[in-house]
């Protein structure tokens, strides 16, 4: 079974920057996709950054390129996303995903979810 654990969310003033970390337990030579999807009240469910099984390719939602930065350790199974420049429309709950097939933004495509974490923005 695999499990996903987000970590890092927190309220944080408009400008400001966040680090969210995910801890997966799957063996490190699987190198599955890994992705960032956020999902804010009333709205659907995004896809922020989708990071490739080296951690080589990343692909990042319209909305967070240029302030947003994915990386990948895959020694400790952890993938991260570093915020910068929030906005209060960044505001959401972060959710983890992976998937040991597919690479992309559809959500339903990922087999394993984080339980997520709340990024709020306040101006």
């Known amino acids: 079974q695999v499990h996903l654990v987000e970590s890092g969310g927190g309220q944080v003033q408009v400008g400001g920057s966040l680090r969210l970390s995910c801890a997966t337990s799957?063996?490190?030579?699987?190198?599955?996709?890994m992705a960032w999807f956020r999902q804010a009240p009333g709205k659907e469910r995004e896809s922020v950054a989708i990071?490739?099984?080296?951690?080589?390719?990343?692909i990042y939602g319209d909305s967070v390129k240029g302030r947003f930065t994915a990386s990948r350790d895959t020694a400790k199974n952890v993938v991260y996303l570093q915020m910068r420049d929030l906005k209060p429309e960044d505001a959401a709950i972060y959710y983890c995903a992976l998937s040991e097939t597919y690479y992309g933004g559809n959500g339903t495509m990922y087999e394993y979810w984080g339980q997520g974490t709340q990024v709020t923005v306040s101006s």
């Open positions: 990071v490739s099984g080296t951690g080589r390719v990343i």
């Open positions: 799957v063996r490190v030579f699987d190198r599955p996709t």
